[in-house]
């Protein structure tokens, strides 16, 4: 499978907490995005990091990227109840669709 | 901040009857996407556009579906006999610079 795969499936943490989720992907990139999509609503483009970057920041969100072992891992600092959501990495295929994976369910938790 | 923009929200039909689906991607994208998702399972690709023309289509895309960019704001999804098992959210994406955003969706029902 293409698929990029996100761990753990689900995710509970309680507010102020921080929340790491991971990707593990198969093929060679160019880039890598992270996504968010709330119950039943659209995907929220989060961040693009590149395969010659290793980090990047937006916000509370913290992006690592491991070519060699062909990983990435979001970092949310902070979590707020808002930030409950799915999230995914989408790997990309032979062209530039996203194939996308199951994705981590975050719960957040007041 | 520019988004791409989806219309119907929501659509019931009946089954073999045809929809249309639109979407006005970003203004200066030029690569455009539909994916779906059925009710609790995985987003899915369906189709890229790219120079008027598809760049890439996956197996769920068959002879049913069809893509149009009628003018330069929208881009059409058309599924011409509609079967139950097309009832999905389907979503619309532009691409630039490698990213791709995208729209709301459109909740398609088949009864």
């Known amino acids: 499978s293409q698929q990029g795969e996100e761990d753990p499936q689900a995710l509970s943490i309680q507010e102020g907490e921080n929340a790491t989720m991971n990707c593990s992907y198969k093929?060679?990139?160019?880039?890598l995005q992270w996504y968010r999509q709330n119950s039943g609503r659209g995907l929220v483009h989060l961040i693009l990091?590149?395969?010659?970057?290793r980090e990047k920041h937006s916000g509370r969100l913290r992006v690592t990227l491991d070519t060699s072992k062909k990983s990435s891992s979001l970092l949310i600092t902070a979590s707020r109840a808002a930030d409950t959501a799915s999230y995914f990495c989408?790997?990309?295929?032979?062209?530039?669709?996203?194939?996308f994976g199951k994705g981590t369910t975050l719960s957040v938790s007041s | 901040e520019p988004e791409v923009t989806q219309t119907p929200s929501h659509q019931v039909t009946q089954m073999g009857q045809e929809v249309i689906l639109r979407c006005v991607p970003i203004?200066?994208?030029?690569?455009f996407y539909w994916y779906r998702q059925i009710l609790g399972q995985k987003v899915e690709f369906l189709v890229s556009?790219?120079?008027?023309?598809?760049?890439?289509k996956s197996e769920i895309f068959d002879d049913q579906f069809s893509v149009e960019r009628p003018d330069g704001s929208n881009f059409t999804l058309k599924i011409r006999s509609t079967k139950l098992e097309d009832s999905a959210m389907y979503f619309c994406?532009?691409?630039?610079?490698?990213?791709?955003?995208f729209g709301p969706g459109t909740r398609l029902l088949v009864l």
């Open positions: 994406a532009s691409r630039a610079e490698g990213s791709q955003y």
């Open positions: 093929t060679s990139i160019n880039n």
């Open positions: 990091i590149r395969s010659n970057e």
């Open positions: 989408p790997s990309q295929g032979t062209g530039t669709a996203l194939i």
């Open positions: 203004s200066n994208h030029l690569y």
């Open positions: 556009f790219y120079n008027n023309e598809i760049s890439e």
